[in-house]
Every structure is written in C-alpha cells, then in structure tokens.
C-alpha cells in the first residue's frame, strides 16, 4: 500500500530530517510515503485539506493490509503524505489509532476527515462507495480509524 521512494520523496524527508533533534537518526529512518484514495484526483483532493488543515483523520479498511503487519498504522509513527503525482507534501504524526466496526464511527470522527459537507452522512456515503470496490464490503467490516497531525511540510 506504501509508495516506492523516490529522489524528490528522499530530499523531503532529509530537509524534514534537519529540523529534528538528532537529524542523523531520521535520515537513515526508513519512511514510509503513501498517498490517499485510489485516484490520482482523490489523492490531490484529500491532501489538499490536510495542507488546507481541515482533515485530520482518515481510516481505512483492516482487509485491505492483507495481513501485512509492518504496514498496520500505529501510535508515533511518522509517515511521508503525497499528492495524486507522488510528489512529497508533508510528514505527518498518527496520533490516535483505534479498530472500529465501519458502522460504529461516530459523527465526531466523520467531522476530522474534513470532507464534502463535514456531515456524517455524506462521510458514510462516500465511504461506502470508496470501501465497495473490496469485494464483498459490509458495513461490519473492521476499519482502521486514524488521527494525525501534521509535523513538516
């Protein structure tokens, strides 16, 4: 699910690296860059908020990690945001991580992922829509729910 590193990714995340205490422990940390959606147009738009400071979480589908437990999000980890072009825009910080039923988020948590019209209906619209395209998505399936701030840009 994470994106191969790229020249322009590791130049962000050296430049990040300078403004931390001990930058030659986050040079040779191995950072993992993603971006959000399955769209280049998803991806831009999402990113754009967080920039913009209105999405703060996100969440995804537990199945969709295929069992890959090195890629699990998890409390203090730093990671590389890009756009729908793979160019690096920010480092961010996951600081709330929890496993919840898709239909057991709450309004509150819709509302940090700063889309459409910030109501939880459009919120569990959209993501129904986005989490259809893994076969046979119901809505007691396990999500990731995750909040974030963002550390560098």
């Given at each position: 699910?994470?994106?191969s590193h790229t020249?322009?990714?590791?130049?962000?995340?050296?430049?990040?690296?300078?403004?931390?205490?001990?930058?030659?422990?986050?040079?040779?940390?191995?950072?993992?860059?993603?971006?959000?959606?399955?769209?280049?147009?998803?991806?831009?738009?999402?990113?754009?908020?967080?920039?913009?400071?209105?999405?703060?979480?996100?969440?995804?589908?537990?199945?969709?990690?295929?069992?890959?437990?090195?890629?699990?999000?998890?409390?203090?980890?730093?990671?590389?945001?890009?756009?729908?072009?793979?160019?690096?825009?920010?480092?961010?910080?996951?600081?709330?991580?929890?496993?919840?039923?898709?239909?057991?988020?709450?309004?509150?948590?819709?509302?940090?992922?700063?889309?459409?019209?910030?109501?939880?209906?459009?919120?569990?619209?959209?993501?129904?829509?986005?989490?259809?395209?893994?076969?046979?998505?119901?809505?007691?399936?396990?999500?990731?729910?995750?909040?974030?701030?963002?550390?560098?840009?």
């Amino acid at each position: 699910m994470g994106l191969s590193h790229t020249p322009d990714m590791d130049r962000f995340w050296k430049a990040f690296s300078e403004t931390m205490e001990e930058p030659s422990y986050w040079k040779r940390f191995n950072y993992y860059a993603w971006s959000f959606g399955n769209t280049k147009e998803l991806a831009d738009s999402l990113c754009d908020l967080v920039l913009e400071g209105k999405k703060t979480a996100t969440c995804s589908l537990l199945r969709a990690y295929k069992g890959e437990e090195d890629e699990l999000p998890r409390v203090g980890l730093y990671s590389l945001l890009c756009d729908g072009d793979n160019s690096p825009k920010a480092v961010i910080l996951l600081k709330k991580c929890s496993l919840e039923k898709f239909d057991d988020i709450s309004p509150e948590f819709a509302r940090l992922e700063g889309e459409g019209d910030l109501s939880y209906e459009y919120w569990r619209k959209a993501h129904i829509e986005f989490f259809s395209q893994y076969e046979g998505f119901h809505e007691e399936d396990l999500v990731i729910c995750e909040e974030f701030e963002v550390i560098y840009t």
